[in-house]
């Protein structure tokens, strides 16, 4: 963002305020956590959070009541749409390293008010989430002896009849929420190795699934006195669609794990394709199965592998369906577990919500606290709520936080490059693909470097040289800024100058970017408004609907263009997202639509949860946020540039004390020529 000049107004400054970034650090792998976790680790952590109970739910449901056996082609539609979600959850995780995902992802891109929304939000998404997966893990062990934990906790604890609670307090739905964050609390290795164990158990049920039910598979079920293949059409299909891409929801705890993992530039992309394929791949195959054991008319919804096998003469096979089901949500309950405390400690480490949450214990080098107070709070929920009332309000802060890390994507894509800054805060708006050596610039001088005038390094292609004389060195500068600024990320490319340079050569980099993300985003809510709405609510006449679709629709690919015109940021190691900025903008298009097509009594509660959200942040977070205090910081600082006799340039950083003051603090830091005394 705009750095604020003192002639600025104070809405400005208020504005600016609210949109700074986060500065990190130039070693961007330093963090008080344990990394511990390997590719394997985080793999399995992505399946677990992916394949849960809709795997034996869901399946069912969608099959009978939406898209008949083409559920097959509503998972494999949604798996890839969930792809392009997952690949920019992948590029911020490898090239950031924190945890917070989504919330870390857009305070270095995007702001500071916009990544508290979207941590704020997926905090409850993660509660509600736990909350309904304890809930659903309550019910189907109470469904296998016959509902006598509800009967004798109706008849011998107490029951009551109030809206949108449950009609019984669940205290096994609580009780286990409590357990596992007692297991969690003892560190990653303890989370890691439990989820290891579900989901071995997991997947062992769901080969069975697969190898038994293709056995029993009759493909007659799929042919035309059955209803055929897609009885529902394409609409159908797209309809389960929608359905079936909430069950790809869970992949982000990979990129939330990101502090924790030993190489994260190489295992955050390869665990998020991993996971995602085999999410995939059980999807579609035990949909598969269960649409060619049984006519898909006939499914159980609610137990629909378990009545598949039944049918067929098989009821024992009813008993390891249920082994697995329980094992897939115990693995979905670590998930939650795992990344709730996680999202509570980046953001309390940050300064924007309360410090006692980022407190992580010497010994278990996990953050306890949080762990503790937010898997009591999920717990609660779990409690007096009913499985339904958590449900509706399920998907929204999710959608949401993959709306704003798609643009995120564009936009730190397109971003000039940041210089050191050496106002207080002594980090850069840097990288892990950049992360500084000893003797690069901006990072702490090398005492070396002021005693040898023929020891001046510089970095080029990746390789360090020696020059016989400073000036030779500064003639070299000179040549590379000239070539960076032709080539400045965010800047038109060269063939395009010709058509273009004349209305938007005299831009500043990122600033058409900028826009063009903001234009990407409004006319993505106004095409999707008028698809959604534009027939039931609105009720447009046939030629303003087709009107108003073909605006939006050139607006958008407009602004794809403008944005994909630009030059792209290209000096790094770790993974990047193809075709950006295609994939961001189709996953921006697609979250938006399923956004609005969710009810408006859950708009009505994330209305309420936002506005209680603003309230914490303007009450607390802008003051004690750590950007803030390193403006402060950097206020007071001055800087000026000398040349020892030696031959060394060097710069002169000062704190400027009041008058009065006797003494002033200053420090030497060997600068290059590139860093110009204006951006300091």
């Known amino acids: 963002m705009a750095v604020c000049v003192p002639a600025c107004s104070p809405v400005v400054r208020f504005c600016q305020k609210l949109n700074r970034l986060k500065t990190l650090e130039d070693d961007v792998m330093a963090t008080s956590l344990k990394r511990c976790l390997s590719t394997l680790d985080l793999a399995l952590l992505g399946v677990g959070g992916m394949v849960g109970s809709g795997l034996y739910v869901l399946t069912g449901t969608v099959a009978k009541d939406t898209a008949g056996p083409a559920v097959v082609l509503s998972f494999l539609i949604a798996g890839v749409a969930s792809l392009m979600a997952a690949l920019c959850y992948a590029e911020f995780g490898a090239r950031v390293p924190k945890t917070g995902s989504a919330y870390m992802f ?157 190489d994260p530039q190489k295992a955050i992309p390869i665990a998020t394709a991993i996971s995602l394929a085999l999410a995939a791949t059980a999807y579609i195959l035990v949909s598969t199965v269960l649409t060619l054991m049984v006519p898909w008319h006939t499914l159980d919804p609610n137990s629909a592998l378990s009545d598949a096998f039944f049918r067929r003469g098989y009821s024992w096979a009813g008993f390891i369906v249920a082994v697995g089901s329980i094992c897939a949500m115990n693995t979905v309950l670590l998930s939650n577990l795992f990344s709730l405390p996680r999202i509570v400690y980046a953001m309390s480490e940050d300064g924007l919500f309360f410090s006692i949450f980022s407190r992580v214990n010497p010994v278990t080098k996990v953050p306890v606290i949080a762990i503790i107070v937010f898997g009591s709070l999920m717990a609660l929920l779990a409690l007096i709520f009913d499985l339904e009332a958590l449900v509706q309000f399920l998907s929204i802060g999710t959608l949401l936080a993959y709306t704003f890390v798609a643009a995120s994507i564009i936009v730190l894509r397109f971003q000039p490059e940041k210089t050191s800054s050496a106002s207080g805060g002594g980090g850069t708006k840097t990288d892990a693909s950049s992360a500084a050596s000893p003797s690069q610039p901006g990072t702490q001088g090398d005492p070396c470097m002021t005693r040898s005038e023929t020891q001046t390094l510089a970095q080029d292609a990746g390789e360090l040289k020696e020059y016989e004389s400073f000036s030779d060195k500064l003639q070299l500068v000179e040549k590379q800024k000239a070539v960076r600024e032709r080539r ?130 303007f009450g607390y ?60």
């Open 488 to 617: 400045a990320p965010g800047t038109l490319k060269a063939r395009w100058e010709p058509y273009l340079g004349r209305l938007l050569g005299d831009c500043e980099p990122g600033d058409v970017v900028a826009f063009s993300v903001l234009a990407l985003m409004v006319s993505s809510v106004s095409l999707c408004a008028v698809l959604v709405f534009g027939n039931s609510y609105l009720h447009l006449p046939t030629w303003s609907f087709i009107l108003l679709v073909v605006v939006f629709s050139l607006a958008f690919l407009v602004s794809l263009v403008l944005i994909w015109v630009h030059e792209q940021q290209t000096k790094t190691k770790t993974f990047q997202v193809p075709l950006v900025p295609f994939v961001p903008g189709a996953s921006i298009l697609l979250n938006v639509f399923l956004m609005l097509k969710l009810s408006a009594l859950t708009w009505l509660r994330f209305t309420i949860w936002l506005a209680a959200g603003l309230l914490v942040y």
């Open 106 to 262: 857009t305070y270095v891109s995007v702001g500071e008010i916009w990544a508290f929304l979207i941590g704020w939000n997926v905090i409850l998404e993660y509660m509600i989430g736990g909350a309904a997966v304890a809930r659903a893990w309550s019910g189907y062990l109470d469904s296998i002896f016959n509902h006598r934990i509800q009967n004798f906790t109706e008849s011998h604890v107490m029951r009551w009849d109030v809206p949108f609670l449950a009609h019984y307090p669940d205290l096994l739905a609580a009780g286990i929420l409590l357990v596992a964050s007692v297991f969690i609390s003892f560190g990653v290795r303890v989370s890691s190795w439990l989820n290891h164990i579900f989901s071995a158990v997991s997947m062992v049920v769901i080969t069975f699934i697969l190898v038994f039910g293709f056995m029993l598979a009759d493909p007659g079920n799929w042919s035309a006195r059955e209803g055929g293949f897609a009885p529902y059409g394409v609409s159908g299909v797209m309809a389960g669609t929608a359905t079936c891409f909430y069950a790809f929801v869970g992949f982000d705890v990979i990129a939330a794990s990101s502090e924790e993992a030993r």
């Open 621 to 680: 977070g802008i003051w004690h946020s750590k950007e803030g205090l390193r403006e402060q910081q950097g206020n007071d600082v001055a800087a000026r540039y000398v040349v020892l006799p030696s031959g060394s340039l060097v710069e002169t950083v000062q704190n400027v004390q009041p008058e009065g003051h006797a003494h002033t603090h200053a420090a030497h830091t060997p600068a290059t020529n590139d860093d110009q005394p204006a951006s300091r």
